[in-house]
């Protein structure tokens, strides 16, 4: 599975395990993911990708801000997840 930024993935391990997060980087087998509160911008987890869920869901919108280095705040990353898990149907 390749992974892209800008995709919310699942963590399946550690301490966040079930919670959505969002792709901010990806270097080789480790990901960077932030969810906008307990993991931000500033301070995002890294996770190797063997221990993240993929799913289909890309925002677009936020991916061209994130690979151009434009301005993006922590609110937008929960604004993403949660228009995904009102999607899906999950709260």
């Known amino acids: 599975m390749e992974y892209t930024v800008g995709q919310v993935v699942y963590s399946k391990s550690g301490h966040d395990k079930g919670d959505a997060l969002l792709i901010l980087s990806v270097e080789g087998e ?4 932030a969810d906008g509160k307990r993991r931000t911008l500033e301070k995002p987890k890294r996770k190797k990708v063997k221990h ?3 799913t ?4 677009y919108a936020l ?12 609110a937008d990353i929960v604004k993403v997840l949660k228009e995904y898990s009102e999607k899906e149907g999950n709260k």
């Open 30 to 33: 480790y990901v960077y993911l």
């Open 52 to 54: 993240i869920q993929p």
């Open 56 to 59: 289909n869901y890309i925002n």
């Open 63 to 74: 991916q061209k801000k994130l690979e151009e280095k434009d301005y993006v705040i922590n």
